[in-house]
């Protein structure tokens, strides 16, 4: 099992900035890809950034490249995402997720390849 929690979301103006947190709990941190997806109302969670368990390499969604930056640490398991230029389209809740292969070279865009979710955190970007 595994557990994870966000934090650090929030009200903020366009262009302002935000910084997510996962903590994660329960089976090896270290060795699972983690990633970000976000789900507005009305739409279908999407993928927005990941990072490859070694923390070597990331990969963002087209819309957020350039503003906003994956990172982790396996020795806090903590997974962090810090959003710069935020935007009103930014505007949703977000999920930190855990990937359900251990030392996966690639990494996933897709819903399915991530089998822990926390509870999400609300980001709300006002014009």
């Known amino acids: 099992q595994v557990q994870l929690v966000e934090s650090g979301g929030g009200l903020v103006q366009a262009g302002g900035s935000l910084r997510l947190s996962c903590a994660a709990s329960g089976r090896t941190f270290s060795s699972y890809n983690m990633g970000w997806f976000r789900q507005a109302p009305g739409k279908e969670r999407e993928f927005v950034a990941a990072?490859?368990?070694?923390?070597?390499?990331?990969y963002y969604a087209d819309s957020v490249k350039g503003r906003f930056t994956i990172s982790r640490d396996n020795t806090k398991k903590m997974v962090y995402l810090q959003m710069n230029s935020l935007e009103p389209e930014d505007t949703a809740v977000y999920y930190c997720?855990?990937?359900?292969?251990?030392?996966?070279?690639?990494?996933?865009?897709?819903?399915?390849?991530?089998?822990?979710w926390g509870q999400g955190t609300q980001v709300t970007v006002s014009s």
């Open positions: 997720a855990a990937d359900r292969i251990s030392f996966r070279s690639d990494i996933n865009t897709a819903r399915d390849e991530y089998d822990y």
């Open positions: 990072i490859r368990w070694s923390g070597g390499s990331t």
